[in-house]
């Protein structure tokens, strides 16, 4: 690999670093309990307004307030035949002004496509040609780390990062099943390290009401590719599921909750801020993310650092927001450090908010096997292996999506 690719991997590898005082004992769980997800709803319409104080509550102490729709403009480019005939493929750059960012969403659909295509839409790790070995994407910067300085810079990324991510995007499978899949690299909306504000799309936003995090404005990023996707005539934009791994994972969630119409949610090991129970003090604590990571949220979030018991919300809150759509949260057994009992806890509690609407939540407290996903209108599984995303993981969303939109 190229000094670029190796740097590029470097970074990731020290954002996941787990601190070795970190507790993964069961036995450990301090005894809990969980401010209550419906408080006073008890049908569609009074959920409604609970959704909404619960949504003031993630504005205010979690992900920050971000703002509206803004006017984006859109250009195409790279259209054409991809991945031997198996797909169609187009480049959509966003721009935000002159001088603000400009995200590129790189779109495959399957070829010979009758009628609109219901998409997966992501966000990736790395610049948008990870995703596919494609001679027809035009190669990027990356964002990478000099080791000495510690300041980042964008370098040309190298030929040999083209397609390194394939097998967690797994487009044969989705091109293969009927489904599209759009990918940005989330750098581009934002860059993934502190201080990099000044960088992305929030710079472009410095009113003082707007106290958003990277993670906010990743999912605000996000909402801006779907005002384009509902004007594509070859996009289903009634079926678009968002879908985030890790960090991205917390911002697939957060992005469901702020932007009904992504009709799917998808959140793969998202962990603390995400999926998984706070106050269980597995694995990774609140803590941890506000001291290594304090460009994800708002400010106030650091509030509850050592204190997740005097949370007004957990992540069943956060679960909920996408009800009554589709929801998928997976875990991994070897990823301890995200919690997957907790993740599953999670969605439990969540489920409480599908069945006061008419779905059927995860119908159980019992933690599934390996490899035995549970998928109703809520849906759940863990796996054998570690925190990342897999061939298996992508199996069971298709699944899912063709039941829940069949």
């Given at each position: ?265 998808i959140s793969n090991e998202s962990g603390e801020g995400g999926a998984a129970i706070s106050r269980r003090d597995i694995g990774e604590r609140t803590k941890d993310l506000n001291t290594r990571f304090p460009h994800w949220f708002c400010a106030n979030f650091s509030k509850y650092n050592d204190k997740e018991d005097t949370m007004p919300f957990d992540s069943h809150f956060l679960i909920a927001l996408s009800a009554p759509r589709p929801l998928y949260v997976a875990s991994a057994e070897g990823d301890q450090w995200s919690d997957p009992r907790g993740e599953f806890l999670g969605v439990v509690n969540a489920s409480r908010v599908y069945e006061l609407l008419g779905k059927k939540g995860i119908g159980t407290d019992k933690m599934p096997g390996l490899h035995e996903p ?33």
């Open positions: 690999m190229k000094r670029a690719a190796v740097l590029f991997l470097g970074m990731a590898a020290a954002l996941s670093a787990q601190p070795p005082t970190a507790n993964y004992d069961e036995s450990k769980v301090p005894a809990y309990t969980l401010p209550d997800v419906l408080g006073k709803a008890h049908d569609a319409k009074s959920w409604n307004a609970r959704r909404q104080q619960i949504l003031e509550l993630y504005r205010n102490d979690v992900f920050g307030r971000a703002p509206g729709k803004v006017a984006v403009q859109y250009k195409v480019s790279a259209e054409g035949s991809a991945l031997d005939g198996k797909a169609t493929r187009k480049i959509v750059t966003m721009s935000f002004g002159d001088t603000g960012p400009k995200p590129r969403m790189l779109m495959y659909l399957p070829a010979g496509a009758t009628k609109p295509v219901r998409l997966f839409l992501g966000l990736s790790f790395g610049p948008v040609q990870i995703v596919a070995n494609d001679p027809g994407v035009p190669l990027t910067d990356s964002w990478v780390r000099d080791p000495k300085t510690k300041e980042y810079t964008k370098q040309p990324s190298p030929e040999a990062s083209r397609g390194r991510s394939a097998s967690a995007w797994q487009v044969d499978k989705i091109l293969a099943a009927g489904y599209g899949l759009a990918v940005i690299d989330y750098n581009d909306f934002e860059p993934d390290f502190d201080g990099a504000r000044k960088y992305g799309i929030r710079a472009l936003f410095p009113d003082e009401k707007y106290t958003w995090g990277a993670i906010g404005a990743w999912a605000w990023g996000l909402s801006r590719a779907m005002d384009y996707l509902v004007t594509d005539p070859k996009v289903d934009a009634k079926h678009v599921a968002v879908f985030g791994h890790s960090r991205l994972g917390k911002t697939a969630l957060w992005a469901g909750a702020e932007d009904t119409r992504f009709a799917l949610v549970i998928q109703h209108d809520v849906a759940y599984h863990i796996r054998a292996g570690k925190h990342e995303v897999t061939a298996y993981d992508w199996e069971q969303y298709l699944k899912f999506a063709d039941q829940e939109w069949r």
